[in-house]
């Protein structure tokens, strides 16, 4: 009972927290959508790391990390410290100077003026909303898993079905109704702001989480004894990566190309005050990486040897059962410490969901009105007003048909978010070439887009729509068998139709290249 | 020196790839797996790459303020 009024106080101070910053809104759909342009480095920072650290960073990781042992941390966490760094760099801040010349808001009007195409949007809006989707998925499901598992036995008499813990049903519910609430109030400058304040919350909140695991495992006097004394117990095969092939490792790398193409990352990016907001989210993003990574990775690993620790019981079995493995850090935040602390602690795994979800529902939303509504039915014919209000309906109803999706869905979030991943990354020669390769064409992009859209459906089908979590592309050379992560098809065959279309069509106009490729004074 | 930053990149990508490390199961202190403590040195590696990426290697053709941004100082002025 602690921890759901500990919960409920998190979620009111949230709701508050998206009030005030509505206060701040000047009313227009543009200060709705990119906060007026104004967010500086700090809140820059903080409102991208908050976004990329999905449930995927702390539940995904935890369990990941229980299952596959260390080397989680090196196919997803160390490369993403280079790549994300390396997409804000190169992408990020060419994105905010083009948005900011040429009044962008959404990554479809980049690609319309830049192919010379109106069609592309009609081509890209349903892939990348169809991609959001997944993505949304694993908040939602997550942030059901995490309030179920933390409440359980504190509604004996109300919830009997799920031995007394608030059904994840109802979870994932009361947390979609809050960050569509705090969304709806605040905008983009409402979500910058609470995407910080989650950002601290989660990071403070899981280093102290670390600490209070191992000294509760550990049982010593000092906390490096305790670390000593839990790391001991952790299995051979999760402390190397014998388990897993090189080729895969290396091509996990892959994986993290997603943020050059994540719509609601561009749309954050747009939001800075200047091209200098960037530096420091360019040069601290992979540090905080590691400060939220290792402590999961490490929590996950000991979960794997912890039985074997005086006075502590064995795991129970439904953690290893299909999506189990999400509800082991807040298994282990519920087993191992006070309730008072366990409350605050969840709503720190709770701040990191949310902290993604916000900036997903309104970067669909502002998808749906830019690119759609008022694109085809022009820019007069709806007043600020009626755009904002297109805007929040049509968030509804993706959340809506998300929050039914989760209702089904008992998938590792590990799992769905890979594969989430893997089809924003098969687009990443699709920005990379509208930026930087002059010689991109109309039909070059639709090719990529069409061959990404492809190769994902097929090969998705091919791993049984997730269900076998360990689907690789395997190439035989020599007798020798390589594994390759499907994201590697996805790129080749995006990259390839690419260039080989490009180059087989008519080159953009000389109006179109000047615009977006100057001469260098 | 913007050709050292991006060199330095790609040798941070190849480091990445630790086959030497693979099956080292060492706890070095005596708590922390070899692999993890690696990767984690790669992220901080990544933090100095890029903190040098953006003293030597900052695109210098951007305009620096939105244009909102202008108009709001100016007004305040």
């Given at each position: 009972m602690t921890q759901f009024i500990i919960i409920c106080c998190y979620l009111a101070s949230l709701l508050g927290l998206g009030i005030f910053s509505s206060r701040l809104f000047r009313g227009t759909s543009k200060d709705y959508m990119l906060a007026s342009h104004s967010i500086g480095p700090f809140l820059l920072l903080m409102s991208i790391f908050g976004t990329t650290m999905t449930a995927f960073a702390l539940v995904g990781s935890t369990g990941e990390a229980f299952k596959e042992g260390v080397g989680v941390y090196g196919m997803l966490a160390s490369s993403s410290g280079i790549i994300h760094s390396l997409c804000f760099f190169v992408l990020g801040v060419k994105v905010w100077s083009l948005g900011h010349k040429y009044g962008y808001t959404t990554q479809i009007q980049l690609f319309r003026d830049r192919l010379e195409s109106d069609k592309i949007g009609v081509l890209l809006f349903p892939v990348l909303v169809g991609l959001v989707i997944p993505y949304l998925l694993i908040g939602v499901m997550a942030s059901g898993t995490v309030i179920s598992v933390v409440t359980k036995g504190a509604f004996p008499g109300i919830f009997e079905a799920s031995a007394g813990a608030i059904p994840a049903w109802l979870g994932s519910l009361t947390v979609c109704g809050v960050v569509l609430i705090y969304v709806f109030f605040g905008g983009m400058r409402g979500t910058a702001w609470a995407n910080t304040f989650q950002t601290i919350v989660f990071m403070i909140l899981g280093v102290v989480t670390f600490y209070v695991i191992a000294t509760e495992l550990g049982k010593q006097d000092g906390f490096i004894d305790n670390l000593r004394v839990v790391s001991s117990k952790i299995p051979t095969d999760k402390l190397?990566?014998?388990?897993?092939s090189k080729v895969k490792f290396f091509t996990y790398?892959?994986?993290?190309?997603?943020v050059g193409m994540f719509p609601h990352l561009f749309q954050h990016w747009l939001t800075a005050k200047s091209a200098n907001s960037f530096k420091l989210a360019v040069v601290a993003h992979p540090l905080f990486i590691m400060i939220v990574w290792v402590p999961c990775v490490l929590v996950g690993v000991w979960a794997t040897g912890m039985a074997d620790l005086p006075g502590i019981d064995k795991l129970p079995?439904?953690?290893?059962?299909?999506?189990?493995?999400?509800?082991l850090l807040v298994f282990m935040v519920g087993k191992l410490t006070t309730p008072m602390l366990g409350g605050f602690l969840t709503a720190g795994i709770l701040a990191a969901i949310m902290s993604s979800l916000d900036s997903q529902f309104l970067c669909i939303g502002t998808m749906f009105t830019e690119d759609i509504v008022v694109h085809y039915g022009g820019k007069d014919r709806f007043s600020d007003k009626q755009t904002i209000i297109i805007a929040r309906l049509f968030i509804i109803a993706i959340v809506a048909i998300t929050y039914f999706l989760s209702l089904f869905d008992n998938k590792t979030v590990f799992t769905l978010g890979v594969w989430c991943f893997s089809g924003f990354s098969s687009l990443f020669p699709l920005i990379f070439a509208a930026l930087y390769w002059k010689r991109l064409t109309k039909a070059g992009a639709y090719a990529c887009v069409i061959a990404a859209a492809g190769t994902w459906i097929y090969l998705f089908a091919q791993s049984d729509f997730a269900v076998n979590r360990s689907y690789t592309i395997d190439l035989t050379i020599g007798g020798e068998i390589y594994e390759l992560m499907p994201v590697t098809g996805m790129i080749l065959a995006s990259t390839v139709a690419m260039i080989v279309v490009s180059l087989l069509t008519k080159p953009p106009s000389e109006a179109t290249l000047a615009k977006f490729f100057p001469e260098k004074s | 020196m913007k050709y050292v930053i991006w060199l330095l990149v790609i040798v941070l990508i190849i480091l990445h790839q630790d086959n030497w490390n693979w099956d080292d199961d060492t706890l070095v202190f005596g708590f922390m797996p070899i692999t993890l403590l690696y990767h984690a040195g790669i992220s901080v590696a990544a933090g100095v790459t890029w903190f040098l990426a953006i003293q030597f290697?900052?695109?210098?053709?951007?305009?620096?303020?939105t244009p909102a941004t202008k108009s709001e100082e100016g007004a305040e002025a």
């Open positions: 190397t990566r014998s388990h897993i790398f892959f994986v993290p190309l997603s079995s439904f953690l290893y059962k299909g999506g189990g493995s999400n509800k | 290697a900052w695109p210098t053709d951007l305009d620096e303020e």
